[in-house]
T-cell receptor, first 115, second 116 residues
Framework: AQSVTQPDIHITVSEGASLELRCNYS??????LFWYVQSPGQGLQLLLK??????LVQGIKGFEAEFKRSQSSFNLRKPSVHWSDAAEYFC?????????????FGTGTRLQVFP | EADIYQTPRYLVIGTGKKITLECSQT?????MYWYQQDPGMELHLIHY???????EKGDLSSESTVSRIRTEHFPLTLESARPSHTSQYLC???????????????FGPGTRLTVL
């Protein structure tokens, strides 16, 4: 079955510290992978996406993610966290091909940043 | 500016009332989606549409209904609201591309519904 697992429900880091949010997926076909961020009371904003090619992808706000097929992972990283990064982060997987474009979301990781 | 809009942003309503949540996008996207999201939980797809006059039920069963009469408009209706319908509803849209869709979905700000 297709699924996305985000093992960490809640992460707390100090401002300026590095960050890694974990995402593991199970998908039978070529996966398209996404990271979205959701601020309180808001919709989701796309941070970055992976379709093919270079397995290290750069996104907005200084985020990057690395696709590791052998580990079925797509972890999100940022070298230095800012207080404004506090939000909920969702990993999602979708598939290739027309009409197979429903996204499956993980349960999210809530990031708290201390000054 | 191309965007996706949802109204109202917040709605508090009594049990038994009929409600319609509005969603409009100005990006010309063919595909549109409705998700339900409870606090601290993942998003669950409840409806989607591939174009005008196309609607499908999503993975999570919902008592709501949708319509797609115009490309840019995808309203969601609850005929008789109940407290169990209290949740956040997110609308999204994406582009269609033959030969391999890119799946990237653009989200509206959401409607937080509370049914008393």
């Amino acid at each position: 079955a297709q699924s996305v697992t985000q093992p960490d429900i809640h992460i707390t880091v100090s401002e300026g510290a590095s960050l890694e949010l974990r995402c593991n997926y199970s998908y039978g076909a070529t996966p398209y992978l996404f990271w979205y961020v959701q601020s309180p009371g808001q919709g989701l904003q796309l941070l970055l996406k992976y379709f093919s090619g270079d397995t290290l992808v750069q996104g907005i706000k200084g985020f990057e993610a690395e696709f590791k097929r052998s580990q079925s992972s797509f972890n999100l990283r940022k070298p230095s966290v800012h207080w404004s990064d506090a939000a909920e982060y969702f990993c999602a997987v979708g598939g290739a091909g027309y009409n197979t474009d429903k996204l499956i979301f993980g349960t999210g990781t809530r990031l708290q940043v201390f000054p | 500016e191309a965007d996706i809009y949802q109204t109202p942003r917040y709605l508090v309503i009594g049990t038994g009332k009929k409600i319609t949540l509005e969603c409009s996008q100005t990006m010309g996207h063919d595909k549109m989606y409705w998700y339900q999201q409870d606090p601290g939980m993942e998003l669950h797809l409840i409806h989607y549409s591939y174009g005008v006059n196309s609607t499908e039920k999503g993975d999570l069963s919902s008592e709501s209904t949708v319509s797609r009469i115009r490309t840019e408009h995808f309203p969601l209706t609850l005929e008789s609201a109940r407290p169990s319908h209290t949740s956040q509803y997110l609308c999204a849209s994406s582009e269609s591309k033959r030969g391999g869709t890119r799946n990237e979905q653009f989200f509206g700000p959401g409607t937080r519904l509370t049914v008393l």
